[in-house]
């Protein structure tokens, strides 16, 4: 098992400019998330998805939407890049059966925006 | 919103003293977990409290969930090179399968 996957690694955007970030776990998951990570601010929730065909937004969801595709996958898009959206960004996901669930993260995908 | 306060924010420890990360939550929670992450890398699980004054251990870690289910610390003793990191709590509420993560503390091991 792959666990949870994401492309790419890095890029680098020009402020406007548009992008999708991909995500996929093997796991048969239902729960998917998408997490931001900046330098003294934690982990932040974007925009999640309990199950398929859900989505909810988290804490910071301006500037992003998401689809969750199917089972295996949840992508973020970024319309407009700007500047404040240059941030580590994580996939995550867990069963969705219940509470208490551990989070298996992805790799991340390091993003800056000039 | 629900809200997790973490500090410190920034720890340095000569190797061999211990280590303490405190977690306070604004609401009662269903449980907390923590994470370790490792310089350029991603968020793994360590573990998951559940129950009220609960206790966990893991060899040199010690993690508490308080009596009211709103506060947790993790504590290291004897810290080696190995623990470098962040290290976050999350807490969870009811059933809406979020969670909210502290903000971490980094530590920093002087060898």
């Known amino acids: 098992n792959a666990g949870v996957t994401q492309t790419p690694k890095f890029q680098v955007l020009k402020t406007g400019q548009s992008m999708t970030l991909q995500c996929a776990q093997d796991?048969?998951?239902?729960?998917m998330y998408w997490y931001r990570q900046d330098p003294g601010m934690g982990l932040r929730l974007i925009y999640y998805s309990a199950s398929e065909g859900t989505t909810d937004k988290g804490e910071v969801p301006n500037g992003y939407n998401v689809s969750r595709l199917n089972k295996r996958e949840f992508s973020l898009r970024l319309e407009s890049a700007a500047p404040s959206q240059t941030s580590v960004y994580f996939c995550?996901?867990?069963?969705?059966?219940?509470?208490?669930?551990?989070?298996?993260f992805g790799p991340g995908t390091r993003l800056l925006v000039l | 919103g629900q809200q997790v306060m973490q500090i410190p924010q920034y720890q340095h420890v000569q190797e061999g003293e211990d280590f303490t990360t405190y977690c306070n939550s604004s609401?009662?929670?269903?449980?907390i977990q923590w994470y370790k992450q490792r310089p350029g890398g991603h968020p793994v699980f360590l573990i998951q409290l559940v129950k009220s004054g609960e206790v966990k251990k893991q060899k040199r870690l010690t993690f508490q969930f308080g009596e009211a289910k709103k506060n947790s610390s993790l504590h290291i003793t004897a810290t080696q090179t190995t623990d470098v990191g962040t290290y976050f709590c999350?807490?969870?509420?009811?059933?809406?399968?979020?969670?909210?993560f502290g903000i971490g503390t980094k530590l920093q091991v002087i060898p």
């Open positions: 999350a807490g969870e509420t009811g059933g809406y399968q979020k969670v909210t």
């Open positions: 609401t009662t929670l269903s449980n």
């Open positions: 995550a996901s867990r069963t969705g059966q219940g509470v208490g669930e551990t989070q298996y």
């Open positions: 796991m048969n998951h239902n729960s």
